[in-house]
């Protein structure tokens, strides 16, 4: 039998972090993020190097009107780590793709394999108009086709003219094309999204629904891949809850409910519903039968498959779900999503921080030890055990 060998990436709250869940995220009106520590880039630098110690492979940072920009946090926490690559989140289209595959080659440059770019075609209309994209959800697609077809040749040292619908250059080239080229990833659940994907992500990206649900669309993806004669790799975006057992892993899963309350998960609701998102809608539906019944109340009937929680989806936009367990129950449900096809694992808790120890020290050496993840540097420093993690 074959091993996976899986990467692991971080997320960074450039919105805000707090010990409760904190709002934010795809959909979520400017200013509606509540947090209680400031994402400052000290604060965001300390997370960067946990995670390079404990040997991941990337950090991603969003993009949008509710958090700080992805490129520019990128550009400052590249000189506070070493290896750890960045995976930048953009909206094709609202800057030229001459001047973006630029910043990208730039930024190889100075941090040779240290950018992936996470593309985000944009779910919510009115966030796009307060950017002055007026064009609607298909639209966005097809001109993300064309901004990345450009992007590509000219990365490949290419010069290029092109005039289509939405993206039209003239004699474009980049004086140093990127050497690596930075990998593309791609995430989207509508029908407009899969050709998108197959033509040019290197990575497709999904959020975290249960195992068959990723077995559905990794197939519908890789089909619509093999007809542009390419083979595309899997990632899954997921929140941890990962303790020495599962009673505390639920228990903490119990306080992050516990500090919500009707009205807020009511206002978080109305503010999600307005998202023209078909993955947004498939994580608003994982937990609409308890939000219905006013079960929410109990973590536990939140569980929409084994560990795989859905109250973050309550009051957090985007990612909605979580692997909450022991650590064992935990790389249990990591090894189910890699044998299915998941090559990639994007984690984040509350506080980020903390909760990298609580996975790096209790999840990664498991991982470790079944030939699952096996980090590219050898010579990386041991993690070094802090006062609020107990041993396996």
Request: one cysteine or more; aromatic letters at 8%; glycine letters at 10%.
């Amino acid at each position: 039998m074959t091993v996976v060998t899986i990467k692991l990436h971080w997320f960074l709250p450039t919105y805000g972090d707090s010990r409760s869940i904190v709002g934010g995220g795809h959909g979520t009106p400017v200013g509606a993020a509540h947090s209680d520590r400031e994402a400052s880039i000290d604060y965001l630098a300390s997370i960067v190097r946990s995670a390079e110690t404990f040997g991941f492979t990337g950090a991603l940072i969003p993009t949008g009107a509710w958090c700080e920009d992805a490129f520019i946090t990128a550009a400052l926490l590249a000189r506070e780590t070493s290896t750890l690559a960045f995976l930048v989140a953009f909206r094709p289209g609202l800057v030229s793709p001459t001047l973006s595959a630029q910043m990208a080659a730039t930024f190889a440059r100075h941090a040779p394999g240290r950018i992936l770019l996470n593309v985000v075609v944009g779910g919510e209309a009115h966030e796009q108009r307060a950017f002055g994209d007026y064009l609607d959800k298909d639209g966005r697609y097809e001109r993300a086709d064309e901004f990345l077809d450009v992007v590509r040749r000219l990365w490949a040292g290419q010069t290029v003219s092109a005039s289509g619908n939405y993206i039209t250059v003239d004699q474009a080239s980049l004086a140093l094309p990127p050497n690596p080229v930075p990998p593309l990833y791609f995430g989207g659940s509508s029908p407009a999204a899969g050709p998108v994907a197959a033509r040019h992500a290197d990575v497709y990206l999904t959020w975290g629904e249960p195992p068959e649900a990723v077995r559905e669309k990794i197939a519908w993806i890789s089909a619509l891949g093999e007809r542009e004669g390419r083979k595309l790799r899997f990632g899954i975006r997921l929140h941890t809850i990962s303790r020495d057992t599962s009673a505390e892993a639920w228990a903490q899963a119990d306080r992050l409910i516990a500090a919500l309350d009707d009205d807020t998960v009511r206002k978080a609701q109305a503010g999600l519903a307005r998202s023209q998102s078909e993955g947004q809608r498939r994580m608003l539906a994982l937990h609409e039968a308890n939000r219905s019944a006013g079960t929410w109340h109990d973590a536990r009937s939140l569980e929409i498959a084994p560990n795989l929680w859905s109250g973050v989806g309550l009051v957090r936009g985007g990612a909605g779900t979580a692997l909450v367990g022991s650590h064992t129950e935990v790389a249990d449900r990591i090894a189910e999503y890699a044998a299915i096809g998941i090559d990639e694992f994007i984690f984040s808790g509350y506080p980020h921080l903390e909760e990298l120890y609580w996975f790096g020290e209790g999840v990664v050496p498991i991982l470790r030890e079944r030939g699952l993840f096996a980090p590219g540097d050898d010579d990386r420093p041991s993690a070094v055990s802090i006062p609020f993690v107990g041993a396996q």
